[in-house]
């Protein structure tokens, strides 16, 4: 039993080749030395590794450069950029796409309902007058028409977002 608790002690200090450290940390052994090459894991001597070194260097790589402190700082980034969109769109500083898109959908409808409502509309009117009269009074109906087009109103985008997301 005293033998076995030396063993765990000297654990830390063990002198160990490559493949037996690529082993131990079920690595391929190419990726090992990828590892002992750029650095992260260390030499002890020529071929040599001190496992305890291996392991701690091997763990902190992978929790420190890619792993933990790599996710945190994804996620916090995440978080401020997605509270900055938000307060950007209440203040009506920006606007969903699908929101613009149904605005301008609905634009576009009535726009084109109107466009094609002027000839029954405004014929009964033209009948008699000169060409003069005739082409004012198409000019200023299909300007009417296409107003709703050029207005914008961040107000109409503002509540189709807010409807679209209840």
Request: net charge positive; hydrophobic share 40%; glycine share 4%.
């Amino acid at each position: 039993m005293s033998k076995r608790k030396n063993q765990n002690r000297n654990f830390r200090s063990i002198k160990v080749t490559a493949p037996e450290a690529a082993s131990f940390l079920n690595l391929p052994e190419r990726s090992f030395y990828r590892l002992v090459e750029t650095g992260i894991i260390p030499k002890a001597g020529e071929g040599e590794y001190i496992l305890g070194d291996v392991v701690e260097a091997f763990w902190r790589n992978q929790f420190d450069s890619e792993g933990l402190t790599a996710a945190r700082t994804r996620l916090v980034t995440a978080q401020a950029e997605l509270a900055e969109t938000e307060l950007a769109e209440q203040r009506g500083e920006l606007h969903r796409a699908s929101a613009v898109i149904k605005v301008w959908a609905d634009n576009v409808s009535n726009a084109k309902t109107r466009l094609l409502a002027i000839p029954v509309k405004i014929a009964p009117e033209l009948v008699g007058q000169d060409l003069m009269t005739m082409q004012n009074k198409l000019k200023t109906a299909i300007n009417e028409a296409l107003k709703e087009l050029a207005d914008y109103d961040g107000r109409r985008i503002t509540s189709a977002a807010a409807s679209m997301r209840e």
